[in-house]
């Protein structure tokens, strides 16, 4: 399970370090994909294989299906982790997440989150969890 938060900085040619901790899990290949909320969403091979199960099994006559489908898959590459404990951080990707220098990365339980800092920040500021945790409740879980 990926949890915990880590601020990083990617270089000029758009290297990122990835924790150790995400690294034993992650192993030296995984895949990143654009996510939600102008995040982006790095699964192990075996969830991702998972996702990607759960995708194919959705009805392709439905176009928010199609258009479901083609967001996480079109976005979706394959990396690998170089000597220093590096990936190199796709151009379309940087691009989506708006990715330049501070990055954070979140552990989410099955898949890790990668945001600017700058959109992160704003993230937690915008986010009011005393009315979270009552639509949360709402959904049977409580804490």
């Known amino acids: 399970m990926f949890m915990s938060q880590y601020n990083h900085t990617m270089d000029a040619k758009g290297r990122l370090s990835i924790p150790s901790k995400f690294r034993e899990q992650l192993g030296d290949e995984f895949v ?14 075996k969830n991702w294989a998972e996702f990607e199960e759960k ?15 083609r967001f996480f898959l079109a976005g979706a590459t394959q990396v690998e982790v170089d000597k220093q404990g590096r990936i ?38 915008g986010v009011d969890m005393n009315a979270i945790t009552e639509a949360m409740a709402d959904l049977g879980l409580i804490f």
Do not use: H
Request: charged share 25%.
């Open 32 to 45: 990143i994909t654009k996510g939600m909320d102008g995040c982006l969403f790095v699964f192990d091979n």
């Open 55 to 69: 995708l194919s099994a959705l009805p392709m006559g439905k176009l928010e299906t199609r258009q479901y489908t």
């Open 88 to 125: 190199l951080m796709p151009t379309q990707l940087r691009t989506f997440a708006g990715l330049e220098k501070d990055v954070v990365l979140v552990g989410m339980g099955k898949r890790i989150e990668i945001w600017s800092a700058e959109r992160w920040t704003a993230m937690e500021e």
